[in-house]
Each structure stands twice: as structure tokens, then as C-alpha cells.
């Protein structure tokens, strides 16, 4: 959804990778060790988290539906302390779980 795609490509190529087993993985209806629900979002939106080079980047994707996965956004974290999400980062989560839903809807028949 929105810029995941171009946000992933942009991460290193050790990430990348990563967080692209991650995905296949949950296509397969498999969990990657490196995936944990994102608290507060119900346990079917999951974040895989991969560290390079003293930085960590995630990327927020949904299993909620039967025949998809939707990649909702993809960031490095920036803050120093703490591993809170950003609430910047659960409002575009938030907005991009419902057009992502609108999206299976229309697309896929609507059921989940």
C-alpha cells in the first residue's frame, strides 16, 4: 500500500532480502522468526523487524485477509530510545489497514 514497495527498495540489500523472505513466508501462511504482532492492531497485523549496521527497519503487513498480503508502510526507525512505534508511524498503519480493506474488498469479492 502507498510507498511500501518503493520504501523496501530503498532499504540495504541484507534488509531487503530479509524483509522479502518475511513476506514470502506469509504468503505461504508461514511466520518468519524475525515477525511479531504489532501491539494494539490485533494479531493479524504483523511487523518484521530487521537490524543493519546498528539501525533497525521494519515493515508492517497485514494477514487479515484469505488470498492476500498487504505490505502497509516500510521505515527505518529513527527514534534512539525506546521500541514504541512511532505514533506518526500507527496513524499511516491505521489509514493504510483501511484502504487496504477497501481494496480486498473490491478486488477480491470482499470476503476475508
Do not use: W
Not at 66 to 76: E, N, S
Not at 80 to 86: E, F, L
Amino acid at each position: 500500500m502507498g510507498s511500501a514497495k518503493a520504501d523496501i527498495k530503498r532499504f540495504p540489500e541484507a534488509v531487503r532480502a530479509a524483509v522479502g523472505y518475511a513476506l514470502l513466508q506469509a504468503q505461504g501462511g508461514l511466520k518468519h522468526r524475525s515477525t511479531k504482532p504489532l501491539r494494539g492492531l490485533g494479531g493479524n497485523v504483523l511487523e518484521v523487524i530487521s537490524r543493519h549496521d546498528g539501525d533497525t527497519f521494519r515493515a508492517v503487513y497485514t494477514v487479515r485477509f484469505r488470498t492476500a498480503v498487504y505490505v502497509l508502510p516500510a521505515f527505518q526507525k529513527k527514534a534512539k530510545r525506546g521500541v514504541a512505534t512511532p505514533e506518526s508511524e500507527i496513524d499511516l498503519i491505521k489509514r493504510r489497514l483501511r484502504e487496504a480493506e477497501q481494496h480486498y474488498r473490491q478486488n477480491h469479492g470482499g470476503g476475508e
